[in-house]
């Protein structure tokens, strides 16, 4: 069975910088997987962030994190991160990720696995 952990959160002032981490374990050795980081503000609809396959090919970013955050992993893909540079008021939120076997649709709903959440907190 998939788990998944986080780590790295914290609070920072706007400009500041973060690294979150994602534990994983369980990943069936022959079977790749669609890995994403997404994030929920409070009375906010859950996002999605950035994604990653973790065979390798194409990254996705959200629009109002391109060229600020990066998304990448492990050279043994048991760890996801994201880079969280330039952080602004409205990163807020609770930072989630999540794991589905390839092929993956990127749905949200979709994704069977996540982990609790790490929580960012950017001042003003």
């Known amino acids: 069975q998939v788990r998944l952990v986080e780590s790295g959160g914290g609070s920072v002032q706007a400009g500041g910088s973060l690294r979150l981490s994602c534990a994983a374990s369980g990943f069936t050795s022959k079977t790749y997987y669609c890995m994403g980081w997404f994030r929920q503000a409070p009375g906010k609809e859950r996002e999605g962030v950035a994604g990653l396959y973790t065979g390798g090919g194409s990254i996705y970013y959200t629009n109002s994190v391109k060229g600020r955050f990066t998304i990448f992993q492990d050279s043994a893909k048991t760890t996801l991160y994201l880079q969280m540079n330039s952080l602004k008021p409205e990163d807020t939120a609770m930072y989630y990720c999540?794991?589905?076997?390839?092929?993956?649709?990127?749905?949200?709903?979709?994704?069977?696995?996540w982990g609790q959440g790490t929580q960012v907190t950017v001042s003003p």
């Open positions: 999540a794991a589905d076997p390839v092929p993956c649709t990127w749905n949200i709903a979709d994704f069977p696995t």
